[in-house]
């Protein structure tokens, strides 16, 4: 379920930005970040998580720095948008147009 839910939820994301260019992005470290492009003139990252409560993880906050990322957005499955940290906010799949709107 969550490598089908991982995928569906990164067509939406693409869908939605219609970024020229996207990427996965990892380190033989195993910090990851599921999909990686610039929109706007800002380097945003999305990790997606398959759980009800989604985790600020290690990884995540590797990726962030070592990126230079402008915001992490890690989306899941529940019912509210929330800070996990500066930079990093958990999204509901649900909001991935209000986000894409705050950027015009």
Do not use: C
């Amino acid at each position: 379920m969550g490598a089908s839910w991982e995928g569906f939820a990164i067509e939406q994301v693409l869908r939605v930005f219609e970024p020229s260019q996207a990427y996965f992005w990892s380190t033989h470290g195993g910090a990851e970040v599921d999909l990686l492009f610039m929109h706007q003139g800002r380097r945003l990252g999305f990790e997606v998580k398959f759980t009800e409560a989604p985790r600020i993880t290690a990884s995540m906050r590797s990726a962030s720095a070592t990126l230079n990322l402008d915001h992490l957005w890690v989306i899941y499955p529940g019912a509210h948008e929330y800070p996990m940290e500066a930079g990093i906010t958990a999204i509901p799949l649900h909001r991935l147009l209000q986000v894409a709107a705050s950027f015009d």
